[in-house]
């Protein structure tokens, strides 16, 4: 089900470490451990009770000291992870907004022929086609999200990204010529061969490519604790200076830097093959930065478990079955008799149990049918949305519970 992965996948730290007791000059260099979340279900493995279930493995951080990647101990097999994917982009109106101001800072216009990796269902491409005018293609290894893109226009590759499968989109719906944009949503940190990946888009790209990657900013999640977004799923942690390094054995170089709120804080690495003046302005990782958010995240689930304790008598349930909550379900050993349900508005995974759990997720109309006492917000990022559409619950005397940067009742 899942490999090792011992050696930095941006920088290749650690690539010809002798095995230990060899007395190679290269047997010091090692990935640094730095935060253990114990043995975990993959977030996102929404089975009902009859249906046959992943299995666990360890989510361990480790830590380049030589490019300050943050990176995973193992590496599921994407087959099991992708191949019937059932995370959705959500069209809700943050990432509405999200998407208008990506539109407007990378000033994608009319006509632009624009391959998105890692598509999803084609949303961001629908609205790239739809309101801008744009040649759109997409490449998505998830075949049953590939074929609702297809299915409602986006034309779109079902495989994962590499340069045949690039080449193919751009053949076949981008009319062979070389994509203008080049868009990766929260992709690169899905990616094992990270090297290889940015290698091919190099490849399919023009001299006036742009190129635009988005990841979560690993400061934000170290400086606001979002230890939720640590999963199977994502590989690695993304700083500015690792992508620097990154790019640094291809022809594209780093442009500029943006940052977005969406997700608690995103960057979108601008890159192309042009000259770049850019410098960056990022503080240099260290691992006793890793060692500091470790204590600040045992402390956070402390607190919730604590939280709970001390409200066992109430009804609680969970609100947004994202894969953040499976993270904390599953390192606060949460089950059933302590969060009754989880709330949430996706079909495929309402009648499912929250992956590791007996927990049943059901529709958000239940929060004002069953009127619990309190519903903690695992979609925190969603809050402000989530918390007034649900005012009506609010009105009756619910709460929500907020659990992160600090556990807030409100
Ligand atoms: P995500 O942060 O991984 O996108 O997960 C958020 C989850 O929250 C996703 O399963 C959808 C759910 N959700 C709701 O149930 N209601 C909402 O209003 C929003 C915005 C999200």
Known sequence: MYTLHN????????????????????????????????????????????????????????????????????VVKPEILYSNYSYITSMSRTMLRHFGQLVAALGIKNGDRVLEIGSNDGGFLSILKDEIG??????????????IATVKGIPTVGAMFSFDSAR????????????????????????????????????????????????????????KLYFDTIYHEHLSYMSTY???????????????????????????????????????DEKRITVEDWNDFSFRCHDAMGNLVQWQRTNDSKSIVGYGASAKSTVWMNACGFRRKHIKFICDNTPQKQWKCSPGTDIPIVDE????????????????????EIIAKNQAYRDKGGKFVVPLPELRVC
């Open 365 to 384: 109309g239940a929060l004002l049918r069953e009127l619990p006492d309190y519903a903690v917000l695992f979609a925190w990022n969603y809050a402000d």
């Open 134 to 147: 744009c040649q759109v293609a997409g490449v998505d290894p998830a075949i049953n999200l590939a074929r």
């Open 168 to 223: 193919n989109a751009i053949s076949f719906h981008l009319g062979g010529l070389l994509p203008d944009i080049i868009i990766a949503r929260h992709v690169c940190c899905h990616i094992d061969n990270l090297r290889g990946f940015i290698n091919d888009i190099d490849r399919i790209c023009g001299d006036n490519t742009i190129v635009a990657i988005e990841v979560p900013y690993v400061k934000h999640l170290m400086d």
């Open 242 to 280: 690792a992508m620097e390094m990154l790019v640094s054995k291809t022809s594209l170089r780093i442009k500029d830097v943006l940052h977005f709120d969406v997700h608690g804080g995103v960057v979108v690495y601008v890159l192309s093959k042009q000259p770049s003046s850019w410098v960056s």
């Open 7 to 74: 050696h930095c996948r941006a920088c290749g730290y650690g690539e010809n470490t002798a095995p230990d007791g060899c007395k190679s000059e290269k047997a010091h260099e090692k990935l640094i451990p730095v935060l253990d979340l114990g043995i975990q279900p993959l977030a996102n493995d929404f089975k009902s009770d009859r249906e046959e279930r992943e299995g666990f493995a360890p989510l361990k951080m480790m830590f380049c000291p030589n490019c300050t990647l943050a990176q995973l101990s193992v």
